[in-house]
C-alpha cells in the first residue's frame, strides 16, 4: 500500500516562506508524477504544482514565480518551497503521487496559514 506523509506546514506571516515535504513508500521506478494540491473549505481541491518522472514541473498561475517543486528520488521526497506568500494561499496543501500503471495516491494534508 502506498504511503504519503506531509511535513513543514505551519504560520507565516505574508511575505514569509515555508517548505513542505512529502514523502512516499512508492519506489521511484514506479512513480508517473508527484504534486501538490490545495484545498480550502467549501471549494475544490486545486493543483498547485507537479513534477513528471522526468523532471517536467507545472504550476498554477498564482503561483508561478513564488512556488517552487523540486524532488529527492534517493529520499522518495518531494518538496513544495513558497515564497512570497499571501493570505490567499492559506489552505491545506496535499500530496499526491500518480503511479505508473493504475495509482492514485493522497497525503492527509498539512495546514498552511498565512496571516499577520
Known amino acids: 500500500q502506498v504511503q504519503l506523509v506531509e511535513s513543514g506546514g505551519g504560520l507565516v506571516q505574508p511575505g514569509g516562506s515555508l517548505r513542505l515535504s512529502c514523502t512516499t513508500s512508492?519506489?521511484?521506478?514506479?512513480?508517473?508524477?508527484m504534486g501538490w494540491y490545495r484545498q480550502t473549505p467549501g471549494k475544490e481541491r486545486e493543483l498547485v504544482a507537479s513534477?513528471?518522472?522526468?523532471?517536467?514541473?507545472m504550476y498554477d498561475d498564482s503561483v508561478k514565480g513564488r512556488f517552487t517543486i523540486s524532488r529527492d528520488n534517493a529520499k522518495n521526497t518531494v518538496f513544495l518551497q513558497m515564497n512570497s506568500l499571501k493570505p490567499e494561499d492559506t489552505a491545506v496543501y496535499f500530496c499526491?503521487?500518480?503511479?505508473?500503471?493504475?495509482?492514485?495516491?493522497w497525503g492527509r494534508g498539512t495546514q498552511v496559514t498565512v496571516s499577520s
Open positions: 513534477i513528471s518522472r522526468l523532471g517536467t514541473t
Open positions: 499526491h503521487l500518480d503511479r505508473i500503471g493504475p495509482g492514485n495516491f
Open positions: 512508492e519506489s521511484i521506478f514506479t512513480i508517473n508524477s
